[in-house]
């Protein structure tokens, strides 16, 4: 999963911002609710023609993070500006049939007494007729609608609405299109194709884009960056590798994704655990403390060996993967991906380690460290350049071996 | 994908929660406004009738009038509860002859009113009818005869044409709420008796409650029926002080006392209904399973159903056609007088105006709800209880307002203010139906827009589109069907109404109900038929979509299927 496959288009250059505004920015944006708080401090800027996924629990505040960029709300605090436009904020607040914000809800909310070219022409009202006609054509050809056009919403399957709802969002060119949950209410097998159609569309139209998902694999395959929510606030915004891979806290290690996590020591550089080595750390020389250290199941090897005091606790066939739950010796338990092949009973003595090459995230109480605690603090995520963990290859290898 | 449905969940939640976005002020405002409007007539009233309470204590009469008042009240309910429980209790609980036309038959004495049953009543009953020369033939003259023209005569007709209203609620929560928790009963080992009083009564009794405020509401704001049978409640108390004296103090005293009965019914329903919220629909269940009658029981279950419909609708409507017959044959019907086009051109001018408006502030009221945020979703609220306000008080309200606008002008420096209230005006009677009917037309339009979810509305507003234009090209297509609904509605009722326009109309104005009122008070019953036939059959209309409903509900109750 670390060498996934870029399909994405390269994230957009940092270096022409100063020419044109970013396409949406937020900063302190705060919104509440009696005493709910559904928005707190939210920090983030989107540059135009990216996409942006955000993903979190239930009442993570995502959908309201939509309805305050949309207008559908009005912060509390903080300014919301659209491509360098305030929109919210120091006093003012725009409507939002003003804002120029394309918005598919997970209802699609096609109107049905209007056929799906007078859906998409509805936001083109104040274009010419022939332009108008022409834009309708356009859109519905980029989601291939065309054929379709005459036909009424209650006459379209689902990934039909869904394709018009696009549509009618992206024709009036818009500064930012917002799409909730759009394919939560289609088939499985759907909503692959649906998604990567969604997507194209945006990148052909080079529209900025900010989609709420609660599925973490489209957040992460689809994102060029990821944000990840929780109680009102934005808890990591980072491309879907680091999020992935160097989560900014134990809450985002387990949300993206599976993860265990072990208690262990970083003693002189070198990172152990109940396992064994994991890796070193290099910068933490002269440090001394506890940490925990994050494991995610693909991280994790086995090898069959009579004398390990680990044992395999239960095998949950996947198909292409075989998951194995492992129990420690200390009660703990570690999952792990084996391939199709590989498939320990359970009972069995494995002895468990890490993957060649891979360096685990710490944690310390509930936030990612990067450094040393106690001299600087934890660090913002940002600054992880310097002081990265590196693998320990020659210590990895000779101690375990993938099991293959 | 039990996350995704929580979190489906969660987000339709939220979507219900927040339906206007930002609270746009115009659009609240406009509401509120409305708001106003409606309440004006009622602030009125309660300022100015308060005022003169305290000040100089009712008016001479109104101790009677009140106690009047609440012998009808409670005579009526519980003659409707009899009526209109016991008869939703034996077709749902039971299979005789008939069940099946009469279960939806039973509702059609709705659409008679209640000053037209009370007239065909008196022709029959009273001293000159058939049936008491008969009995003085029979007997002699001296033969006694209780007085028809009474309370319990006027309680009687009341609640031959109000029952419908208990029937069609009793009825509705036996089948629907009732359902399941009988089942349970029984398989507890519940008699059928015992299972009807200890659970499916008190689960049925919010509704009961219901039905009874309805139908006390109606006796409360009746005020041309009780006149034939001279019953002075204090409705008529305010007609009379106001068209005998034109007095304002007292009818507003007397208007005053007529919202605290109002008031009083709402909260005795909120009291009787208590902190029961039986929201439970138990329709898994197969609910009461109806016995079989036979024999003599069968028969006279057929009988009472048969004969309620009977008087509460076969035998006026037969008594009104076969008088509209002669009236035709010999030439004297109401049909060649050319005051019958004129008034019903009166009636149908006057309710199609206040249906359109209705309508208008109805869609507008709906649709700045969704647009005002919460100051408008408040308004909104305060727009309906026109309904709940007594015709009288409706009328005496109107008059008050118009009266200090036009002080208010002649101070202004307007000479004669508006001029309405000198001359009564038709702006008066519409402007009072208007207060008084919003509440149902904007029930009907809300219904519509119920059904248009919240995130239509935004994806037109982030589409570009303004309010107004949100409203006409995405609100108002979606809502056609309820606001078509709305305008029969109104039409029907404000065909039918009697007490505000005899309270408010201007003189030489008649509409065809005022008409059928004059007629009937004079003896004249044979030229009231033909109009009061056509009220009838007007009035029908919004019956046949009950009818509907009930059929509906009957098979779902047969089907166990919900059908929506």
């Known amino acids: 999963m670390t060498d996934k496959p870029t399909t994405r288009s390269p994230a957009p250059t940092r270096g022409t911002a100063d020419a044109t505004p970013p396409a949406l920015t937020l900063e302190g944006v705060g919104k509440h609710y009696g005493g709910v708080v559904a928005a707190r401090d939210l920090q983030l800027t989107v540059a135009p023609g990216e996409l942006v996924t955000v993903i979190g629990p239930s009442g993570c505040g995502k959908s309201t993070l939509l309805r305050l960029i949309a207008g559908l709300e009005r912060p509390d605090a903080g300014t919301i500006r659209i491509a360098g436009e305030t929109v919210a904020g120091s006093g003012r607040f725009q409507q939002p049939e003003r804002r120029r914000v394309g918005m598919v809800f997970q209802d699609y909310a096609l109107f049905p007494h209007l056929t799906v070219a007078q859906n998409v022409a509805f936001g083109l009202n104040r274009a010419a007729r022939a332009e108008r006609r022409v834009r309708v054509d356009e859109a519905l050809e980029l989601v291939r609608m065309a054929h379709l056009s005459g036909r009424y919403p209650h006459e379209l399957s689902g990934g039909q609405q869904q394709r018009a709802a696009l549509a009618r969002a992206l024709a009036p060119a818009p500064k930012v299109v917002l799409l909730d949950e759009p394919f939560s209410s289609l088939d499985e097998s759907l909503r692959a194709q649906l998604r990567a159609d969604t997507v194209a569309a945006l990148r052909e139209t080079r529209t900025t884009g900010v989609l709420v998902t609660h599925d973490q694999t489209e957040a992460l395959s689809v994102g060029d960056r990821v944000v990840v929510m929780r109680g009102g606030a934005i808890e990591q915004a980072d491309v879907p590798e680091k999020v992935f891979e160097q989560p900014a806290s134990r809450f985002v290690a387990s949300f993206m994704g599976d993860a265990d996590f072990l208690p262990a020591h970083v003693d002189r550089a070198l990172l152990t655990c109940e396992i064994g080595i994991v890796s070193t750390v290099p910068g933490w020389a002269d440090s001394d403390v506890d940490v925990e250290v994050v494991l995610r199941p693909h991280e994790v090897a086995l090898r069959a060996d009579p004398s390990s005091a680990s044992r395999v606790a239960a095998v949950e066939y996947h198909g292409a993967f075989v998951l194995h739950t492992v129990q420690l010796p200390s009660g703990r ?72 | ?85 016991g008869l939703a209790w034996l077709v749902t609980a039971y299979r005789f002859p008939l069940r099946g036309a009469l279960v939806w038959l039973l509702v059609l004495p709705l659409a008679m009113p209640a000053y037209i049953l009370g007239f065909v009543f008196l022709s029959i009953f009273d001293v000159t009818g058939p049936l008491q020369s008969a009995l003085r033939s029979a007997f002699g003259p001296e033969v006694w005869v209780p007085e028809v023209r009474s309370l319990p005569g006027a309680a009687l007709v009341l609640s031959l044409t109000l029952y419908p209203y208990v029937y069609l609620l009793a009825r509705n929560a036996l089948l629907e709420h009732a359902a399941g928790t009988y089942e349970a009963a029984r398989t507890l080992g519940a008699s059928r008796m015992r299972a009807l009083w200890r659970v499916v009564l008190p689960m049925a009794r919010p509704s009961l409650a219901a039905g009874l405020a309805l139908v006390m509401m109606e006796t409360l704001t009746d005020f041309a029926t009780v006149q034939y049978f001279n019953v002075k409640t204090v409705s008529v108390g305010v007609y009379l002080v106001w068209k005998g004296s034109f007095d304002f103090a007292a009818a507003s005293q007397l208007s005053v006392v007529v919202l605290l009965f109002a008031v009083a019914v709402l909260a005795g329903e909120r009291r009787l209904r208590g902190r029961a919220r039986f929201h439970q629909q138990g329709g898994r269940g197969r609910g009461i399973q109806p016995r079989i009658l036979t024999g003599w029981q069968a028969w006279t279950a057929t009988g009472v159903g048969v004969s309620v419909l009977l008087a509460g609708f076969a035998l006026p409507v037969t008594q009104l056609a076969l008088w509209a017959a002669r009236g035709l044959h010999d030439g004297s019907a109401s049909l060649v007088d050319p ?68 002080e208010a002008l002649v101070r202004a420096g307007v000479p004669g203010g508006t001029g309405l209230l000198v001359t009564g005006s038709v702006a008066g009677v519409v402007y009072a139906y208007t207060v008084r009917f919003l509440a149902p037309a ?9 059904k248009i979810s919240p995130s239509t509305t935004l994806s037109a507003l982030t589409l570009g589109a303004s309010p107004v234009r949100v409203m006409g090209r995405v609100h108002l297509p979606l809502a056609r069907s309820g606001v078509a609904v709305a305008l029969v509605l109104v039409v029907i009722d404000a065909v039918k109404e009697l007490p505000i326009v005899l309270l408010l109309r201007p003189f030489g104005f008649t509409t065809l109900s005022v008409w059928v009122y004059d007629l009937a008070r004079e003896n004249f019953w044979e030229q009231a038929a033909l109009p009061s036939l056509l009220i009838v059959t007007v009035a029908v209309a919004p019956v046949l979509l009950l009818f509907r409903q009930v059929r509906r509900a009957e098979s779902h109750s047969t089907d166990g299927k919900v059908d929506r």
Not at chain 2, 31 to 55: E, K, M, R, S
């Open chain 1, 333 to 404: 338990r570690l999952r792990s991906w084996q391939h199709n092949g590989v498939r320990y009973p359970v009972g069995t003595a494995v002895a468990v380690g890490v993957a060649p090459g891979i360096v685990p995230s710490l944690l310390v109480g509930d936030e990612a460290i990067t450094r040393p605690p106690g001299r600087n603090g934890g660090q913002p995520l940002d600054s992880r350049e310097d002081g990265l963990p590196a693998p320990a290859p020659a210590l990895a290898e000779d101690t375990f071996h993938r099991a293959r």
């Open chain 2, 1 to 85: 994908m039990t996350e995704a449905g929580i979190l489906a969940e969660a987000g339709r939640r939220e979507h219900r929660r927040i339906t206007a976005p930002g609270g746009r002020p115009a659009w609240a405002l406009l509401v509120v406004a409305i708001a106003a409007l409606v309440a004006t007539p009622v602030l009125a009233v309660l300022v100015d009738g308060a005022g003169g309470l305290a000040a100089g204590g009712l008016p001479r009469g109104a101790g009677e009038m009140a106690v009047t008042t609440v012998l009808l009240m409670l005579l009526v309910g519980l003659g409707t509860l009899v009526i209109g429980g």
């Open chain 2, 339 to 406: 005051r019958f086009v004129d008034y019903l051109t009166n009636s149908l001018f006057v309710a199609v105006i206040t249906a359109l408006l209705c309508a208008a502030l109805a869609v507008m009221i709906a649709h700045g709800w969704r647009m005002g945020g919460r100051i408008g979703a408040f308004a909104a609220q305060l727009t309906t209880f026109g309904y709940a306000v007594p015709g009288a008080v409706i009328g005496i309200g109107v008059l008050l307002s118009f009266a200090h606008l036009d």
């Open chain 2, 442 to 450: 904007y029930q009907a339009v809300d219904a519509s827009f119920a």
